[in-house]
Every structure is written in C-alpha cells, then in structure tokens.
C-alpha cells in the first residue's frame, strides 16, 4: 500500500558479544544479545511515529537498522516501498537521520560552511545550494549565528544545525534519536513545534525514538512501546492509555517487562 511508508516483518537484530577474559571457565564463548526482536511494524506517510521505550529497550538498534547503518539478523522490511537489505541506496536516499549525536560535523567550520559540504556531498548545484542553505538556517532560527564557528555552538543550535541538514537533501522520512536530549524545556518545544509544524506541513513521515514520555505524548500521533527488545503495545496515545494516563500504562509495563527473568 501506498499509504504504508514503513512496514517491518518480524525484524530482529542479534549482536554477538564475546565474553572476554573475564569469564574464565569459558574465556572465548560468544553470548548472543537481542537487542530488538521480531517487530512487525507499520508507519503511515505523514504520520509521526514514537518509539517510547526505557534505556536498552531496542530503540536505536531498530532506528539504525531501518536506516541502512545496521543490517537485521532477520526479518524483512520496506520503507518508502524499497526493500531495506536489497535496496539500500534507495533507503537511504529516502530519509534523514537526526540524532544528538554532533561528531558528523566539523568543529572548525562554521554551520553554513559544514552545510556546504553536505550540500556538496548530496550533489546540489552550487548556486541552489546557496538559496537552500539559506532559506534552511532561516527556518531553524539560526540566521544570525550561520557564520560562527560550529564549536561555539549551544546544544540546541547545533541540534538545529542538525535539523536543517536533515532537509537539505529534501528527503520524505525523517527518523529523529532522542531529539531532545541536552535540550532545556523551552529548546525542546520549539524542537516539538517545528516537527509539527514544520515536518508534517511538509507531508514528511516522522519516527522519533524517545525514552520520554511527555515528549510522546506532545508530538506523536502513534507510539509502539518498547521493552527488552519486543514491542508490547502499539497505537495511538488516547487509545492505548485509556482512561489511565500514558505514563501509568507505560511505567506498568516496564515494570513487567522488568519482572520477567531473563
Ligand atoms: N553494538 C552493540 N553490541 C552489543 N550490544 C549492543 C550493541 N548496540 C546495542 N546493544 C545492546 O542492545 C540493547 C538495545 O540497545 P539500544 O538499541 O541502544 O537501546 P535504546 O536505544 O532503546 O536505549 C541493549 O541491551 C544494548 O546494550
Ligand atoms: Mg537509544
């Protein structure tokens, strides 16, 4: 269906980890770790997406996986109609990976200079570049700050920066890892308002990967909740917490997940 814009099949991911020395009866046994199992999911075009979850529920491991950066240990997927494993070039020419991760860019350039460089890589003609470039730091506020070094930035201009070079490339998908981290209340709405506004305006599908629920519960249309790996609820944010509010539903289950051994 046309309408589908991410659709997964049991999608798992095992990492291997070896035990080291630290396990001296079997010093070189390899322990299997999943990390994010059997997820059957979908995403609407236009929709924006929370993938809400504590801290080592699978939630970046399943972002990069359907980002290309991670190959699935099985399962199958499509995003944007293109096969995740077979097409990879059409994936990843579909979507923009935001994260609070700064290291791709570069220090000593300045945020229209390292936009540049991502224009230059994406092929953009030089002098459109230029427009867009402009244009885009405009649309994430950061105008005034274009030609100051990028290490003389604060979190949320360098999280902007980061925003804008997501839409240099114009993509339809943005997958956006825990977006506010390090951001201050005030940082973290404009972030929300510019999703919502800006993003879906734009008929842009958006997955936000958050362990915070207020985030979830402020800018998603539809969380899955995620826990030990295994998505145990999926829906939309009224419909899954009832009468109960989201938080309740999700700490409970957390607190299951919890329980369980294993
Ligand atoms: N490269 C890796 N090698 C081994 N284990 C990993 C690796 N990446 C993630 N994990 C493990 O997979 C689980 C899920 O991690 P992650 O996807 O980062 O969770 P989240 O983003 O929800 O916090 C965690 O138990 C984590 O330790
Ligand atoms: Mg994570």
Request: glycine share 10%; with cysteine; proline share 3%.
């Amino acid at each position: 269906m046309a309408d589908t814009v991410i659709q997964t099949r049991d999608l798992t991911k095992q990492f291997i980890k070896r035990r080291g020395l630290s396990s001296l009866r079997h010093p070189f046994e390899k322990q299997a770790i999943t990390a994010v199992q059997g997820i059957n999911l979908s995403v609407k075009r236009g929709e924006i997406f929370g993938l809400l979850g504590p801290n080592g529920a699978g939630k970046t491991t399943l972002t990069k996986m359907l980002c290309t950066l991670l190959l699935p240990t099985s399962g199958s997927a499509t995003v944007n109609g293109f096969d995740l494993v077979k097409q990879q070039a059409k994936v990843k020419g579909s979507m923009a990976l935001i994260s609070s991760e700064e290291r791709s860019f570069y220090w000593r350039l300045s945020g229209r200079q390292n936009l540049r460089f991502f224009a230059a890589l994406y092929g953009l003609p030089r002098q459109q570049a230029e427009e867009r470039i402009s244009a885009l730091l405009s649309q994430v506020g950061l105008t005034e700050a274009a030609d100051r070094r990028f290490n003389q930035y604060s979190t949320g201009m360098k999280q902007r920066l980061g925003l804008a070079r997501g839409l240099l490339a114009n993509p339809d998908i943005f997958f956006m890892d825990e977006p506010t981290k390090g951001l201050d209340p005030l940082a973290s709405h404009q972030t929300h308002e510019f999703v919502k506004q800006q993003l879906v305006a734009q008929g842009k599908t958006v997955v936000i990967a958050t362990h915070q629920l207020v985030e979830a519960e402020e800018v998603c249309d539809r969380v899955g909740i995620m826990s030990g790996g295994v998505m145990v609820a999926c829906g939309g944010v009224r419909e899954l917490s009832g009468d109960a509010s989201l938080s309740d539903y999700f700490l409970s289950l957390v607190e299951e997940s919890e329980q369980e051994p294993g």
